[in-house]
């Protein structure tokens, strides 16, 4: 992974914890119930990568491989990586 500031490679992983509770903080989908969130379903855990070189801090949510079939059955499949960055870029017609 790189840093998405400085494009380093140097980043330590980790967690952010919120220091009220004591928990970590969580990352909850919008389409998750009041109710369900209150138990602590559908929350997806964060983790969070800080860069040595710029100290930008970016974060990530893990989401299941249940949660990736959900949100991209309305999207469609996603082309790898590879497909593009080597596709030809669009030209914009007048």
Same mark, same amino acid.
């Given at each position: 992974?790189?840093?998405?500031?400085?494009?380093? %490679?140097?980043? @330590? %992983?980790? %967690?952010?914890?919120?220091?009220?509770?004591?928990?970590?903080?969580? &990352?909850?989908?919008?389409? !998750?119930?009041?109710?369900?969130?209150? &138990?602590?379903?559908?929350? $997806?855990?964060? $983790?969070?990568?800080?860069? @040595?070189?710029?100290?930008?801090?970016?974060?990530?949510?893990? &989401?299941?491989?249940?949660? !990736?079939? $959900?949100?991209?059955? &309305?999207?469609?499949? $996603?082309?790898? @990586?590879?497909?593009?960055?080597?596709?030809?870029?669009?030209?914009?017609?007048?």
């Amino acid at each position: 992974m790189k840093c998405i500031a400085c494009g380093s %490679t140097a980043l @330590v %992983t980790g %967690t952010i914890s919120d220091n009220s509770s004591g928990g970590s903080i969580i &990352f909850k989908p919008d389409d !998750v119930s009041i109710w369900k969130s209150m &138990f602590g379903v559908g929350s $997806r855990k964060v $983790r969070a990568y800080g860069c @040595v070189h710029c100290q930008h801090l970016q974060l990530s949510a893990d &989401f299941s491989e249940k949660d !990736v079939q $959900r949100y991209n059955q &309305f999207e469609g499949e $996603r082309p790898s @990586v590879l497909e593009l960055i080597n596709s030809e870029p669009k030209s914009l017609e007048d």
